[in-house]
């Protein structure tokens, strides 16, 4: 979570220990909480303390506290001159943001005020955060204990939950695909996708739930792939890793393209095409292989695809790569029905194969 997000809630101006501690007791303790619960329920929980408009008044210094570099001080200064959220500090010119932050030392209501370069970033990331989308939420046990120090990411944005089991991450592009993924060591991978997620100033909170891995147990890994003839997640905005095979692993079907040929031994490097989701993430698998095993006119960019004879030298291009994306998963759904015996079971199967090849698009029935 960002460290102004972290923050307790007694560094907003108006909240003392006593508020923070009423706040506390309904379970709203960090700058985050504020933002992901209305005003209107935060002020059930102070009402013979604080009005409603005091309180929609911390809600509004929260927001502003989502601009990385913005102080509590600052955030204070800029709600008092209605300056209310990241989209307007945004918007505002950086003279106008200059004399206000002036006007407010001169009235030492700020002990300090930001530099030019300090500024333009704060502009930067207020854009950010008022462009992105937001998630808000706890994370806890099937029997609703919080869990603290979880990871939560959405593609590669990434933070943890605190003592409470709270998080919040900002800044999240439109075009991220909304699987959030959750990993705390002691609990089942979480791997829950969204319907949507929402705009920075919509106030939300979304409940995960995690099962407790059993004392000594291994947690299973969640794995797709694209050989395999299984349907990939989108990946948009998923984190890319890298990963080397063994020459052992490598199994046939595999469709790769030579990457480039080691200058100090006689072998190549070889990326395979098609993809794995492993627990969230997209995996690029590659080799090396003795350039021994490659047909002898094997050269960069080649297509490389190993048969039951080894590797062989095939066209290769996007629009082949999909036709081949597609009959790997036709393949699959073939293997799962029944095995035809004899004849008569082989025509009693035959339309569901021809099915099978008409959903993964292999080819198209004619009407």
């Not at 013979?48 to 210094?61: C, E, G, L, P």
């Not at 099962?211 to 990946?235: F, K």
């Amino acid at each position: 979570m960002d460290a102004n997000l972290a923050l307790p809630l007694d560094v907003i101006e108006g909240i003392g220990p006593s508020l923070a501690a009423m706040l506390a007791a309904d379970g709203m303790h960090v700058v985050a909480d504020l933002l992901r619960v209305a005003p209107e329920r935060v002020h059930q929980a102070v009402s013979t303390a604080a009005s409603i408009a005091q309180v929609r008044t911390w809600s509004r210094m929260c927001a502003l506290l989502q601009i990385e570099g913005l102080t509590p001080q600052w955030a204070e200064a800029l709600v008092a001159a209605n300056l209310v959220s990241p989209e307007t500090f945004a918007a505002h010119t950086p003279a106008a943001l200059r004399t206000l932050f002036a006007d407010a030392r001169a009235q030492s209501r700020i002990p300090d005020e930001p530099d030019a370069d300090h500024l333009s970033r704060m502009q930067v990331d207020a854009a950010r955060v008022s462009m992105g989308l937001a998630l808000s939420g706890v994370v806890r046990t099937s029997g609703g204990a919080v869990i603290a120090d979880c990871v939560v990411r959405i593609g590669t944005i990434a933070t943890k939950t605190d003592a409470h089991g709270t998080f919040r991450l900002t800044r999240i592009p439109a075009w991220f695909d909304p699987e959030v993924t959750l990993d705390h060591p002691d609990h089942l991978l979480g791997l829950v996708r969204l319907d949507r997620l929402l705009p920075s100033t919509v106030l939300h909170t979304t409940i995960f739930d995690l099962t407790r891995l059993a004392p000594g147990t291994s947690r299973p890994v969640s794995r797709v792939s694209q050989l395999d003839g299984d349907a990939l997640p989108s990946l948009a905005g998923r984190r890319f890793r890298t990963r080397e095979m063994a020459r052992a692993e490598v199994r046939r079907g595999d469709l790769f393209q030579v990457h480039s040929f080691y200058e100090t031994a006689p072998d190549a490097k070889l990326v395979s095409k098609l993809l794995d989701v492993v627990d969230g993430d997209v995996h690029v698998r590659w080799v090396r292989v003795p350039r021994a095993e490659l047909p002898a006119e094997a050269a960069i960019g080649d297509g490389i695809l190993l048969g039951g004879r080894g590797f062989r030298k095939v066209a290769l291009d996007a629009r082949k790569l999909a036709a081949y994306v597609k009959l790997q998963r036709a393949r699959r759904g073939i293997r799962l029905l029944p095995q035809p015996r004899n004849l008569n079971e082989m025509d009693a199967v035959l339309p569901s194969v021809i099915e099978e090849l008409r959903k993964t698009g292999v080819f198209q029935r004619r009407s």
